[in-house]
């Protein structure tokens, strides 16, 4: 049984850079559903009680194709959203702490360098998608984009992602419309780099 994070804020803590309607229809509907398929799906192919990562990283191992391509639709939306749930908040710390902020200053040059090079993916995502900053055994970062509800898990990059911008229209579009520049901008505002960074950790371990 996989279960949806939920959120330890109420829907209208994000506003006023996700209004309380996004949240609701996001969490409440998008989410739900994924995460609501994905165990109808894997209690069919017999994978109910595997890990989300162990499940997404062995998506060949689903003979039924059908089941293959359902567990990596609603498994990547199950996992996606968990993770970007997880780093929004109306609290924390609002830029990267610690052994990250030294990496990402490392990696990309700066704060503002990394915001740049992520927002480009973001935005060059044609369609449905999502941007990604994963990290490797070594603390190594790694930006990439990708579409659909497909992740750097079930693209075996053999990366973890630890911060991850939804850019699916539904995370953005009652408040922002066709702006997704604009979205990704201010998502920064509440991004919660205290949560990001116990993520690269856990990733390192
Ligand atoms: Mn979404």
Not at 33 to 50: I, P
Not at 60 to 82: K, M, V
Not at 98 to 117: D, M, N, Q, V, Y
């Amino acid at each position: 049984m996989f279960e949806q994070y939920q959120l330890p804020y109420e829907s209208n803590a994000l506003e006023p850079v996700l209004d309380a309607l996004t949240v609701e229809t996001h969490h409440g509907k998008h989410h739900a559903t994924y995460t609501a398929t994905l165990n109808t799906l894997a209690e069919k192919a017999g994978v109910a009680d595997k890990d989300i990562v162990e499940l997404l990283a062995n998506l060949d191992d689903i003979s039924d194709e059908t089941l293959r391509t359902g567990i990596r639709n609603n498994g990547g939306g199950f996992y996606n959203h968990n993770l970007y749930f997880s780093t929004l908040s109306p609290d924390g710390s609002r830029e990267p702490v610690g052994e990250l902020k030294a990496k990402i200053e490392e990696t990309f040059g700066s704060f503002e360098k990394f915001k740049e090079e992520i927002s480009a993916l973001a935005l060059g995502q044609f369609g449905s998608g999502w941007a990604w900053l994963s990290a490797d055994k070594d603390g190594n970062l790694y930006l990439s984009k990708s579409a659909n509800q497909d992740n750097p898990i079930s693209l075996k990059t053999g990366h973890t992602p630890i911060f991850t911008i939804d850019v699916w229209e539904h995370a953005y579009y009652l408040k922002y419309k066709n702006l997704r520049a604009k979205y990704v901008e201010e998502l920064f505002q509440i991004v919660d780099w205290d949560a990001v960074g116990k993520k690269y950790e856990a990733a390192k371990a």
